[in-house]
Antibody, heavy 119, light 110 residues
């Protein structure tokens, strides 16, 4: 059974950094592209970033470009999101997700970890 | 950037009724790149439809997707109690790669 377990969320001050992790099991992690998607409290879904199966390609949403970095360690079946220069508007539940064919949709979502950016 | 507009914002229906959800794009979207998701309260979203009309694994056949160009539709033929949730459409742009979600439609019990 596929499992995606996010960790690393918490409360952080504006301008600070945080790194999220996503531990994957029940799948051949190294064969799948992976997304990060976020959802602000009571709001809709916002795509954050995608990384190819081997980590060679990464793409970002406009609101996080230049501040966030997606990476992966296929030897550890783990996906990461390094978040720098955090803003209050980055407050959200961050979920890792398995990419569908050609990265064009999300095949399976984790439950997410809450990041709160507040002074 | 393509914007997806979902309507209505809230759909109030009774179990057993038919639900029709709309997703309109600001520019033409390839049918291959249109997906639908269901999010129950407190739960992670679940993939329902990809490629505009292909049901994901394990999705009941009361869910169907259709449409092309700028207008797409998710239809639930007969609402079951577990179908009352929020539904999102999503499109994919390839240059550069990016996903865009609609604002969602909440299907609530009337």
């Amino acid at each position: 059974q596929v499992q995606l377990v996010e960790s690393g969320g918490g409360v952080v001050q504006p301008g600070r950094s945080l790194r999220l992790s996503c531990a994957a099991s029940g799948l051949t992690f190294s064969s799948h592209g992976m997304h990060w998607v976020r959802q602000a409290p009571g709001k809709g879904l916002e795509w954050v970033a995608v990384i190819s199966y081997d980590g060679s390609n990464q793409y970002y949403g406009d609101s996080v470009k230049g501040r966030f970095t997606i990476s992966r360690d296929n030897s550890k079946n783990t996906l990461y999101l390094q978040m720098n220069s955090l803003r209050t508007e980055d407050t959200a539940v961050y979920s890792c997700a398995i990419a569908g064919s050609g990265h064009s949709y999300v095949y399976y979502w984790g439950q997410g970890t809450l990041v709160t950016v507040s002074s | 950037e393509i914007v997806l507009t979902q309507s209505p914002g809230i759909l109030s229906l009774s179990p057993g009724e038919r639900a029709t959800l709309s997703c309109r794009a600001s520019q033409s979207v390839s049918s291959s790149y249109l997906a639908w998701y269901q999010q129950a309260p407190g739960q992670a979203p679940r993939l329902l439809i990809y490629g505009a009309s292909s049901r994901a694994t394990g999705i009941p056949d009361r869910f169907s997707g259709s449409g092309s160009g700028t207008d797409f539709t998710l239809t639930i033929s007969r609402l079951e109690p577990e179908d009352f949730a929020v539904y999102y459409c999503q499109q994919y742009s390839s240059s550069p790669p990016a996903l865009t979600f609609g604002g969602g439609t909440k299907v609530e019990i009337k």
